[in-house]
């Protein structure tokens, strides 16, 4: 991954980065430890999918996940992004683009750890060399997962020696994070859900003669990471799923 390789560290620019970056303020729900309020995750759950209506009063039984945004400083000084392919034998979104991340364990203090653990296990990224700047808004899927983004810094990246757990990624690659505000090589993709319209939006990219297609929630998390980050919207019409920011919103469809 050639782009690690850079011989001069710029670390006051990224640590002006990471100054901005702390600055960032989510939405008042967020800020709730833990979860989004009892109101609301109860509402999602009735309005996603028919669970028995005992689980509308234990908002704690959503499943709840971490995905880390790990950004660093390329050779060309452009910010870039941390990627991973899915192994094709994985029951679920199986050879897909991702962030490094995954499931809450018991064991997590909370939703940065949870990041750093899977990517240390997932790519062998050392936690130690990544400094957590912010925490977005978690985004709620259909299938009743509380997806949380933690956004970090690697400032060191040469320190960095990717290492793919072979039984969960295939490939480990990186894209400069401000081609996800940018309309090229991307298009989108009209769905809808509860007679609301949305794009699903793909972004495709190549890496040492390989192809990608990031898309989706991957896709959608990049987006709000690089308006943050560049402080600008995306130059094309964007249209995220409604049902993503159920957790920060108190508009939820009834059925």
Known sequence: MGSYNNPRLRSDALENLAQRLRLYKPPL?????????????????KSVSNIPESDYHHPEKLKRAAVLVCIFQGNNDDLRVILTKRSSTLSSHSGEVALPGGKREETDA??????????KEEIGLDP???????????IFTKRRMMVVPVVGILSD????SPSPCADEVEAIFDSPLEMF??????????????GEKYLLQYFDYEA????YVIWALTAGILIKVASIVYQRPP???ELRPKFWDMAISRDIPKL
């Open 128 to 138: 130690s060399l990544v400094n957590v700047v912010t925490v977005l808004e978690p």
């Open 110 to 119: 909370d939703d940065v750890e949870t990041a750093l653990r899977e990517a």
């Open 208 to 211: 040492e003669n390989k192809k």
């Open 157 to 160: 990246a040469k320190a960095f």
């Open 235 to 237: 130059a094309f019409l």
């Open 181 to 194: 505000l940018k309309d090229e090589n991307r298009w989108a993709e009209e769905r809808e859900w509860m």
């Open 29 to 45: 729900l967020h800020q709730i430890p833990e979860s989004v309020s009892h109101e609301i995750q109860c509402s999602i759950g």
